[in-house]
């Protein structure tokens, strides 16, 4: 499977531009951390480019990621990638048990508060980001609420990276493509919906 045909999936199935940036996001973070344990990045990329790609036709965690899965196997997808894709869900009972599958856990919460942070920013620059306002934005619970900070600091733990190295080291990815991400400061346009 190569990135074209991956993203062709994503076309098929995800219509929410902002659930497209989340997942180029964590791909680009996947994609650097293949790099980092001399993995494939190919591989781990798509594993992260494809990790949410059914949520908007299986929007519960009773049916997300699992019933995704038959759709993948339909289209292509391996299985070490599909595995990698059902245990970045803790409900799916799949464990995470390659550096593949660690690595999208690790990386998929941490995208959330990495862009809500931006979007904050006058700018809405990603390249205006600093590690000290996330640190601070981290401690408080109420700015992006919803995501799980005891997510992103098991994923850390799990891929054997301490929190803030991780979280400096997605952020790298994330500046590393913030014109794909909206987070580029040149289209201060409200986020789609």
């Not at 980092?36 to 494809?50: D, K």
């Not at 339909?74 to 245990?87: A, F, K």
Request: net charge negative; aromatic share 6%.
């Amino acid at each position: 499977m190569n990135r074209e045909t991956a993203f062709e999936i994503v076309e098929e199935f995800v219509h929410n531009q902002n659930l497209v940036r989340h997942m180029l996001a964590v791909e680009a973070g996947m994609e650097d951390y293949a790099a980092r344990f001399n993995e494939n990045s190919q591989q781990w990329g798509i594993a992260g480019l494809l990790h949410d790609f059914d949520w908007e036709i299986h929007p519960t965690l009773d049916s997300h990621p699992q019933d995704g899965a038959a759709l993948l196997r339909e289209r292509g997808v391996p299985d070490e990638i599909i595995h990698c894709i059902l245990s970045h869900a803790n409900h799916s009972g799949v464990p995470r048990d390659t550096t593949m599958a660690k690595a999208l856990f690790a990386c998929d919460e941490i995208t959330g508060l990495i862009t809500a942070v931006a979007l904050v920013r006058p700018s809405k620059s990603i390249h205006d980001v600093k590690i000290k306002s996330i640190r601070k934005k981290w401690k408080d619970k109420r700015f992006a609420a919803n995501v799980h900070r005891e997510d992103i600091q098991q994923g850390a733990v799990e891929l054997g990276v301490e929190l803030w190295e991780h979280v400096e080291r997605v952020l790298h990815s994330m500046q590393r493509i913030a014109p794909d991400l909206g987070l580029d400061g040149q289209s201060a346009s409200p986020q789609e919906s």
